[in-house]
């Protein structure tokens, strides 16, 4: 299964935790997704309910993610060649993002999603990860996601 979502990518956001007051004085803590957050999923979940299967994927499944963020409009500091090098490298995957967001929360973002998009039947039958997982830069920021089986057959034992 490929999906490709055209939208720019975003993290997983940190819950936010607040304070209910109760008019008789009392108080209670209440943790919640901010609206930003409900949004960016709500977004996500469009897209993917075009691909979601009529049973929800279950056994060992590989994961393949490549995020493709916005390229920047200047060279970063660390990098010692010109804006057109900059460039040219960066559209290559040559140079690729280090910076927020991590990788592990563009992946929560999805794995969450595919979920509840009951994609699959939850996000711990990833059992591992495609090559060329990962942030790359582009002039079209879009998520692309592919699922396949895990086939113990094509690895080679690891010890």
Request: charged share 25%.
């Amino acid at each position: 299964m490929k999906i490709v979502i055209p939208i720019k990518p975003t993290a997983q956001m940190r819950t936010e935790v607040g304070v209910i007051k109760f008019r008789d004085g009392s108080t209670r803590g209440n943790a919640h997704k901010k609206k930003q957050q409900v949004s960016n999923e709500n977004t996500i979940k469009a897209f993917l309910a075009q691909y979601k299967p009529a049973k929800p994927l279950s056994g060992a499944l590989l994961l393949g993610l490549r995020v493709y963020l916005p390229l920047l409009k200047n060279k970063p500091k660390w990098f010692t060649g010109t804006a057109k090098e900059f460039r040219a490298l960066a559209l290559k995957g040559v140079v690729r993002p280090i910076s927020k967001p991590d990788m592990d929360n563009l992946t929560k973002q999805i794995k969450d999603c595919m979920t509840q998009c009951e994609i699959w039947t939850d996000d711990s039958r990833v059992v591992g990860y495609l090559p060329h997982f990962g942030k790359y830069y582009s002039e079209e920021p879009r998520w692309e996601i592919e699922v396949v089986p895990f086939h113990p057959e094509l690895y080679q034992e690891v010890r």
